[in-house]
C-alpha cells in the first residue's frame, strides 16, 4: 500500500522559513514525478512545486525565488524549502506523485497524495 506523509508544517512569522518533508512507503518513486499542493481555507487546491524524475523543478510563480524542491532518492523523500514566507502562504501543504515520470500543476493527474501538514504564517 502506498503512502505518502508529510511533515514539517507549523507556525511560523513573515519571513521566516520551514522545510516540509514527504516520506514515501509502499514503492519506490525515484523514477516518478512529484509535487507539492496547497490548499487555503475556502480556495481550490493549487500547484505549488514539482520535480521530475530528471530532478527538473517547476514552481508556481508566486513562490519562484523563495520555495526549493528537491528529492532524496535513497530516503524515498521529497522536500519543500520554503523561504521569506509570507502570509498568503498559509495553507495546508500536500504531496503528490505521479504513476509517469514527468509531472504536471494539474492537480487530477497525480495518483497519489498525502494527508496534508498545516502551514501557518503569522503577519
Known amino acids: 500500500q502506498v503512502q505518502l506523509v508529510e511533515s514539517g508544517g507549523g507556525l511560523v512569522q513573515a519571513g521566516g522559513s520551514l522545510r516540509l518533508s514527504c516520506a514515501a512507503s509502499?514503492?519506490?518513486?525515484?523514477?516518478?514525478?512529484m509535487g507539492w499542493f496547497r490548499q487555503a481555507p475556502g480556495k481550490e487546491r493549487e500547484f505549488v512545486a514539482a520535480?521530475?524524475?530528471?530532478?527538473?523543478?517547476y514552481y508556481e510563480d508566486s513562490v519562484k525565488g523563495r520555495f526549493t524542491i528537491s528529492r532524496d532518492n535513497a530516503k524515498n523523500t521529497v522536500y519543500l524549502q520554503m523561504n521569506s514566507l509570507k502570509f498568503e502562504d498559509t495553507a495546508v501543504y500536500y504531496c503528490?506523485?505521479?504513476?509517469?515520470?514527468?509531472?504536471?500543476?494539474?492537480?487530477?493527474?497525480?495518483?497519489?497524495w498525502g494527508q496534508g501538514t498545516q502551514v501557518t504564517v503569522s503577519s
Open positions: 520535480i521530475s524524475w530528471s530532478d527538473g523543478t
Open positions: 503528490a506523485a505521479k504513476r509517469g515520470l514527468w509531472v504536471s500543476p494539474e492537480k487530477n493527474s497525480y495518483d497519489y
Open positions: 509502499g514503492r519506490t518513486f525515484s523514477r516518478n514525478g
